[in-house]
């Protein structure tokens, strides 16, 4: 049996042992590189591990850590799938922070004026730090502003009168 190339007559006809050349649709050829393109540059990535951004921040003086990322990384195969592509073009904005209320610290008992400082009867002690800003209100009014000191005797805080004039009874809120 001998083997012979196709003749130009014989395009539709196929004999065993006819040699054929292969050849492939440019459409599979191209989805095949697509999908190389996408999944090849997916496993060469690398994470960066925990202990070597912090640690090289620490190590340069003066030296930030990088923010987060806005938003995580997508798997290759994310950008196939059609039901994901309108959250990849318009990506959910995060909304506005919740404002806070006013924390109530307490009831000032005493005001120095000479020595411009007041002594207020503490709710509770946390979340006011030495410096922390202050706010007196009385019949819903702003009376003074307060810095608080680092002098603390519970359930007693002593705070220095930034501006304004407070009197005894006015309730002491952080902002």
Do not use: H
Request: one cysteine or more.
């Amino acid at each position: 049996m001998r083997i012979r190339a196709p003749r130009r007559g014989d395009r539709g006809t196929r004999r065993r042992g006819d040699i054929f050349r292969l050849s492939a649709s440019p459409c599979l050829l191209v989805a095949v590189s697509l999908l190389l393109v996408l999944l090849l540059p997916g496993c060469q990535t690398k994470k960066a591990q925990p202990g070597n951004a912090s640690g090289a921040a620490a190590a340069i003086p003066g030296a930030t850590p990088a923010p987060p990322a806005a938003q995580p990384l997508r798997a290759p195969l994310d950008y196939l799938w059609p039901l994901n592509w309108p959250e990849m073009l318009f990506p959910k904005k995060a909304g506005p922070p919740q404002a806070q209320p006013p924390q109530l610290v307490g009831v000032i008992k005493m005001v120095n004026t000479e020595d411009r400082f007041v002594l207020i009867d503490a709710v509770s002690s946390q979340g006011t730090e030495a410096g922390a800003l202050l706010v007196c209100i009385m019949n819903q009014q702003e009376t003074a502003n307060l810095r608080m000191s680092s002098l603390k005797n519970p359930p007693f805080l002593i705070a220095d009168i930034a501006s304004g004039t407070p009197a005894p009874g006015d309730r002491v809120f952080k902002p």
